[in-house]
């Protein structure tokens, strides 16, 4: 089923639209990071009742039953194929022949995994169904040049610090660069780099995409569903005619699908050649690089709210694992057993 924007009035729905692509990106960046299946399922009940609050709850299970059998698939190969050094063995999945061993931690990576795969493609299905595709693509859009404010610095400060405290482990632990032999010197290093890579995203993500490319993403996001759509119509289309659109046969299979294409295909063209019309008919290629916007986005309270709850959990994550502290799970299974 198609990924629709849904109306309401939720808290969910009157978020910034940038502020729901940031938490997209801050989901995704705390399912790497935090190992423990525990605070994963945790993160992804968190998810699942922001959406049962903005959308119907009928719709939003429809659209992930589907993806459960997949995930499942991830997270049974994680079971079969993780067994590292020194593994807590339990049993085989094939006992006679002893084939396959499964493992404690297996076990364990294989749901992080599918808590892990759920909680970033939830948060993908939240994002669309809470923005309209013209706010999700204006985010994106380039707005002109402008002057640094204090917005700015702060952001450049923020990414900078969240980098320092991602690498500043890794720095401490390695072995010393033979050309900065100094700790201090190293440190220094990684400072700069990380201002001079925040300031080159903070740059990137202020200016945006040209606005041709924003329209191209905006027709994108919106003509998802109303494909989907056409594509029913002209199978229901094609079921009243006595057309068997899922024969048993596979060589069958694929002349029906043939069939369906080529309407699909020129019913698309058609819609495309319309669009395109309607687009010059409006002189939207007239002076693009001058071109205003009838709407500024602001962040609100619960954007600067959001953007600190998943930047504290990124942060968490990173120190959890910093301090060996990361799979608490584990750690609580490996003492039961001994």
Do not use: C
Request: hydrophobic share 50%; net charge positive; proline share 4%.
């Amino acid at each position: 089923m198609a990924i629709e924007y849904q109306k309401g009035n939720s808290l969910l729905h009157n978020l910034d639209a940038r502020t729901k692509l940031l938490m997209f990106i801050g989901v995704t960046m705390a399912a790497v990071i935090i190992m423990d299946p525990i605070l994963m399922g945790v993160l992804f009940l968190l998810i699942y009742w922001l959406g049962i609050k903005a959308i119907d709850r009928q719709l939003l299970n429809q659209n992930l039953r589907v993806l459960v059998v997949i995930f499942l698939t991830f997270s049974l190969f994680q079971i079969i194929f993780f067994t590292p050094k020194d593994a807590h063995f339990l049993f085989y999945l094939v006992p006679f022949k002893q084939w396959i061993p499964v493992t404690v931690e297996g076990l364990i990576r294989g749901v992080a995994v599918f808590f892990r795969f759920f909680s970033v493609v939830l948060s993908v299905h939240l994002m669309l169904y809470s923005t309209p595709p013209v706010e999700l693509a204006l985010t994106i859009t380039e707005k002109g040049k402008r002057k640094f404010s204090t917005t700015d610095v702060l952001t450049i400060l923020v990414i900078a610090g969240v980098m320092v405290v991602a690498t500043l482990p890794l720095v401490l632990n390695s072995e010393p660069i033979t050309w900065l032999p100094n700790p201090l010197y190293q440190t220094l290093f990684m400072l700069v780099g990380s201002l001079v890579l925040a300031f080159v995203v903070q740059r990137i993500t202020s200016r945006g995409l040209p606005p041709e490319m924003g329209l191209a993403l905006t027709l994108g996001f919106s003509t998802v569903g109303l494909l989907t759509k056409q594509t029913q119509k002209i199978t229901d289309a094609q079921k009243a005619r006595g057309y068997d659109v899922k024969p048993k046969n596979l060589v069958r299979r694929v002349q029906v699908l043939t069939a369906l294409l080529i309407p699909i295909f020129l019913a698309t063209l058609e819609r495309s050649q319309d669009i395109s019309i309607a687009i010059l008919s409006r002189g939207f290629d007239y002076n693009i690089s001058k071109r205003t916007f009838r709407r500024e986005f602001k962040f609100k309270k619960y954007d600067y709210i959001f953007m600190a709850g998943s930047l504290t959990i990124i942060l968490a994550g990173m120190l959890l694992n910093h301090f060996q502290l990361g799979n608490l799970t584990e750690q609580f299974i490996f003492n039961l057993i001994k």
